[in-house]
């Protein structure tokens, strides 16, 4: 079974009509979880951002599901902001890269 990314990414591929190699794929995926992190992080409230900024102080990362877990706690659905994300992402995607 196809995982829910690699399926948008076979998509998006298709949609441009670009040659699906495994460079092309990756950097669609970096582009696309960069533009997931960027929408997470915005909606998240400013008492939530300092949690974040303090989390991030030493350099360290952050543990997979934090920027999700810090939306929850401030009653935010992450997956209505992934999903938004990922909508405005292909939207930019099929009309930004001719």
Known sequence: MQDPLDRYLSELIA?????DT??????????VNNALDQALIEA?????????????KDGG?????????????AGIDPNVIIGKAL????????????
């Open 15 to 19: 949609t441009k009509g670009i040659s």
């Open 22 to 31: 495994p460079e092309a794929r990756e950097a669609l995926a970096n582009e």
């Open 44 to 56: 998240l409230p400013l008492t939530q951002l300092d949690k974040l900024e303090n989390a991030t």
């Open 61 to 73: 990362e952050l543990p997979d599901g934090f920027i999700e877990q810090l939306l929850n706690e």
């Open 87 to 98: 909508q405005e992402f292909r939207k930019n995607y099929a009309i930004g890269r001719e």
